[in-house]
């Protein structure tokens, strides 16, 4: 018989990536003014913080079906992140470009590792069908 280990969730690069979005995007809102931090910044702060909160929670639960559901959740809230408010934040000129790309680069490969390891989790469901 095989003794596989489960990797405690900081071990996940999912969630490594996730924690580093989580630091650029407190430089971000650290930086804003008190109205930019009200009308955009609060809604992008709560989206990248979401996204490892989700993996957590997701990772935590015994049934399959519940840890893909809040793994889409947590892609959800990059995506949300990402496509909406960081383009905002660049768009409105509230951020620099070297931030927003540092951001976008690990968005980017966030998005592929989370696309990944949710197709991971459905497939040891299956094998122990």
Do not use: C, P
């Not at 900081?10 to 650029?24: A, G, H, P």
């Not at 927003?100 to 469901?125: A, G, P, V, W």
């Amino acid at each position: 018989m095989i003794n596989k280990k489960r990797l405690v969730v900081t071990e996940l690069i999912v969630y490594q990536l996730s924690r580093k979005l989580s630091v650029i995007a407190w430089k971000i809102y650290f930086a804003m003014s008190y109205e930019d931090k009200k009308h955009i910044g609060d809604q992008f702060i709560r989206s990248t913080d979401s996204i490892g909160a989700n993996i957590v929670e997701g990772y935590s639960w015994f049934y399959f079906l519940d840890r893909v559901r809040f793994f889409y959740f947590a892609r959800a809230s990059q995506s949300e992140a990402t496509d909406h408010w960081l383009d905002l934040l660049i768009e409105r000129g509230k951020i620099s470009e070297d931030l927003f790309n540092e951001y976008k680069s690990i968005s980017k490969e966030l998005q592929i590792k989370l696309n990944n390891f949710i197709k991971r989790t459905k497939d040891e469901n299956e094998r122990k069908i």
